[in-house]
């Protein structure tokens, strides 16, 4: 099964706002907005070399293989494998990047406009 075939198949936030995380462990793992664990798949190595096609890869998951890994683990991994929440500090920081850009007149992901044009996208 392709890379794209199993993320599909997945579960997701219903509100949309979910976070994909490939573990160290080679679980591909769904997170909401807390860090509840919505899904999670193990992986082959031959995947998890798709997850990064074109991509530097970290030599930690050339040895990485999820489905090695317990249906529990899974969806009761090690810290390291869950990703942490930003501080306020740095949601502030973002978010005072992300006005700037907008203040220049640069759109980003999810507005449905074009930087170039100013126009929405089908």
Same mark, same amino acid.
């Given at each position: ?5 199993? +993320? ?26 807390? +860090?509840?664990?919505?899904? =999670?798949? $193990?992986?082959?190595? =031959? ?6 096609? $074109? ?10 293989? /999820? +489905?090695?890994?317990?249906?529990? @683990? ?10 942490? @929440?930003?501080?306020? %500090? %740095?949601?502030? %920081? ?5 006005? %700037?850009?907008?203040?220049? /007149?640069?759109?980003?992901? /999810?507005?449905? @406009? ?6 929405? @996208?089908?």
């Amino acid at each position: 099964m392709s890379l794209r075939d199993i +993320r599909k198949s997945m579960k997701d936030d219903p509100n949309g706002k979910c976070i994909t995380m490939l573990g160290w462990d080679g679980v591909l793992r769904i997170f909401d907005a807390e +860090r509840n664990i919505l899904d =999670a798949v $193990g992986l082959n190595p =031959a995947q998890i070399r798709e997850y990064y096609d $074109g991509l530097p890869m970290h030599e930690r998951f050339l040895t990485a293989d /999820g +489905r090695n890994v317990s249906h529990w @683990k899974m969806f009761h991994p090690d810290a390291e494998n869950i990703p942490r @929440k930003p501080t306020e %500090e %740095e949601i502030a %920081e973002t978010n005072a990047r992300f006005e %700037e850009l907008r203040r220049r /007149g640069l759109t980003c992901c /999810g507005s449905g @406009k074009s930087a170039d044009e100013g126009e929405s @996208k089908p």
